[in-house]
């Protein structure tokens, strides 16, 4: 509050209605503090912050940013308030920092600028990574679009048909969807929805084979992993918000940026690899929600993604026409995708071939 109290009128004059909601305390509504201002109270921001060194949200941030504060930028929003430094304060880790060898592993960084500006390498290391030549790719994934196969296949009957429980299914099916409130959705139709503190017993559950319910988790796009029978069903259900305010006023300065649609691109990846985790596992994967879509049919994001995920969309838009086809001689759409994915998960011959030959 004492934050808010003092940028009050700058952020007033920016919109005096978003500002309202801002101190209403909606979480949706957001604006940021003009460098100018902030600048000016760097002493009154650094003095309130101070007051409150003991709180949960400043404790173990103050140290990373007391250094760097007329170097950082700071968004309000009805629910918080946060300030993040232009660049990470990487020399305070001194294990990092200071270290000889650093080995980075991803399959989802397609920006090497991150790379030298957020982790501090060196040029010359992005020039010359270590490449395994001999690298196959890892797993195997149907990546279809419902809506496109017909426009009866929208969001609303995915979730309907998808996320009720199944007796004794014996493969794990999970929705992924970018905040608690798309979740609900699932949630009313009959799916799990777990909660931060109960999540990863739910995980459990479903790598030990109880995967009789349908389960939506809320913007967790990483760090969850679903391998083989845990998940056979992979639903990514409308596009990745930004997860912090920066990101959030980023996208909406710079929709369509190239900063904005690699980081989305990057979401969408490791979203879609929560379910492959090796050479030999297999996934059929739902796209849905019709900014999802969108996103995906852009064709300036599309080459942002990796190669291997761009050729799998590709295969996916390719079985969109055959779908059509089935559906134009008197077959139901919904038969259709259902019987798209069967061919993935019951391993069809056809598929297994067609896969190998245009991967």
Known sequence: APLLALFSSDLKEQGAGT????????????LPVPYWTWTEYQDNVAAILAKHLNTDEIKYAWRLIKGTLQYSTCIVSGASIEIEPHLPPLELFGSYA???????????????????????????SIENPLIDKNERWSGEKMILIPSL???????????????????KRRFGVVAITPSFKRAEDWKGAGAVLPTTTTIWTTIEDLRGGKCEQTVVI?????????????CRLLILDSKPQGETLTDRWTEDCRAESEVTLIRMARTVEQGLGR?????????????????????LRHKKTRDYFSAQTQTQIRIGLDIIELAKEE??????????????INQCLRRDAGWKDYYEQVR
């Open 218 to 230: 809320a913007n967790r796009y990483d760090g969850i992993d679903l391998p083989d029978r845990a």
């Open 327 to 340: 559906i134009t001689s008197g077959k139901e759409p919904y038969e259709v995708l259902r019987d798209l």
């Open 19 to 30: 500002h309202a909601e801002i101190e209403q305390g909606e979480y949706k509504p957001f």
């Open 275 to 295: 379910s492959v985790r090796g050479e030999k596992d297999y996934c059929a994967i739902i796209i849905t929600g019709s900014d999802l879509v969108k996103l």
């Open 149 to 167: 196969i017909d426009s009866s296949l929208d969001r609303d009957l995915i979730i309907e048909k998808l996320a009720k429980a199944v007796p």
């Open 98 to 124: 200071k270290a000889t060898h650093r080995v980075f592993m991803s399959a989802t960084v397609t920006n090497d600028a991150f790379l030298v500006k957020g982790l501090g390498l060196n040029p010359t």
